[in-house]
C-alpha cells in the first residue's frame, strides 16, 4: 500500500539507484558485490579453493569498480575529483597484488589486499553515505 502523502517510507529507495545512468549502475552494484565477497574472503581460510577462486572474481569486480569510477564525475564540474586517485591506485595496486600472490609473496599480497580493500571499499565506501550524497539518500532519505 503506498504511503500517505507526507509521510515517510520505511527502507532504502532502490528507484534512486535505478535511474542513475549505466555506469553509475555498474560502478555500485560492483561496489557492493567486492565488499560482500571481500568480507567473506577476510573470514575464509586464505590459500583455500574458495580464496583463491573467489579472490578473481575480487579482482574482476574491484577492477571493474575502479574503471567504472573514470566515467563518472560531478563532484568538481565535469572533471576528475581526488577520489579519483583511488581509483588509479587501484588499477595500479591489483596486478601488484596479484603478482605477489603467484610469486607467493604473501606477506604483500596480504598487505596489498587489505589496504584495497579497507581503504578503497570500506573508507571510501563510508564516504559514499555523507548527507546528500546518492547512497545517503538511497538509505536515509
Known amino acids: 500500500m503506498p504511503a500517505a502523502s507526507g509521510t515517510v517510507t520505511p527502507g532504502p529507495?532502490?528507484?534512486l539507484l535505478f535511474e542513475q545512468p549505466t555506469v553509475l549502475q555498474i560502478h555500485v552494484l560492483?561496489?557492493?558485490a567486492a565488499a560482500a565477497l571481500g568480507a567473506a574472503m577476510m573470514l575464509s581460510r586464505k590459500g583455500a579453493r574458495f580464496h583463491r577462486a573467489a579472490g578473481w572474481v575480487w579482482v574482476?569486480?574491484?577492477g571493474a569498480v575502479a574503471i567504472s569510477s573514470l566515467f563518472i564525475v560531478g563532484l568538481?564540474?565535469?572533471d576528475w575529483s581526488w577520489i579519483h586517485i583511488l581509483s588509479a591506485l587501484t588499477l595500479v595496486i591489483l596486478p601488484i597484488a596479484v603478482i605477489a600472490a603467484r610469486r607467493h609473496d604473501v606477506k604483500q599480497h596480504?598487505?596489498?589486499m587489505m589496504g584495497l580493500f579497507y581503504g578503497g571499499f570500506v573508507i571510501?565506501?563510508?564516504f559514499t553515505f555523507i548527507?546528500?550524497?546518492l547512497m545517503w539518500r538511497v538509505?536515509?532519505?
Do not use: T, V, Y
Open 13 to 15: 529507495n532502490f528507484m
Open 124 to 126: 571510501a565506501g563510508a
Open 76 to 78: 568538481n564540474g565535469d
Open 110 to 112: 596480504r598487505r596489498q
Open 30 to 32: 560492483a561496489a557492493l
Open 131 to 133: 548527507p546528500g550524497r
Open 60 to 62: 574482476a569486480l574491484a
Open 139 to 141: 538509505f536515509f532519505g
